[in-house]
């Protein structure tokens, strides 16, 4: 079982930037893969970006180069740093994490203004 709490959400300025944290009730190391979607009105969720246990990486390709996922193994967190941020960016966003099973976040969210 993984228990999974974003923060960071808020509303921010087009060009603005903002960091979601997830943090996840047990260690990340069990986890096979973490990431985070998300999901604008009227629209289906959608991918933004995941990392694997072992590190690999991937972004929707209209993420690419600003946005950032990362994790601290310590503190059982993930991280999305989102610069350069756009209208388009806005919906809710869920952390995620997969194990055997997949698990959710209860979404925070991010509203960025023209």
């Known amino acids: 079982q993984v228990q999974l709490v974003e923060s960071g959400g808020g509303l921010v300025q087009a060009g603005g930037s903002l960091r979601l944290s997830c943090a996840a009730s047990?260690?990340?190391?069990?986890?096979?893969?973490m990431g985070w979607y998300r999901q604008a009105p009227g629209k289906q969720r959608e991918l933004v970006a995941t990392?694997?246990?072992?590190?690999?990486?991937n972004y929707a390709d209209s993420v690419k180069g600003r946005f950032t996922i990362s994790v601290d193994n310590a503190k059982n967190t993930v991280y999305l740093q989102m610069n350069s941020l756009k209208p388009e960016d806005t919906g809710v966003y869920y952390c995620?994490?997969?194990?055997?099973?997949?698990?959710w976040g209860q979404g925070t969210q991010v509203t960025v203004s023209s």
């Open positions: 990392i694997s246990r072992g590190g690999r990486l």
């Open positions: 995620h994490a997969e194990t055997s099973r997949e698990y």
């Open positions: 047990r260690s990340v190391f069990g986890i096979n893969a």
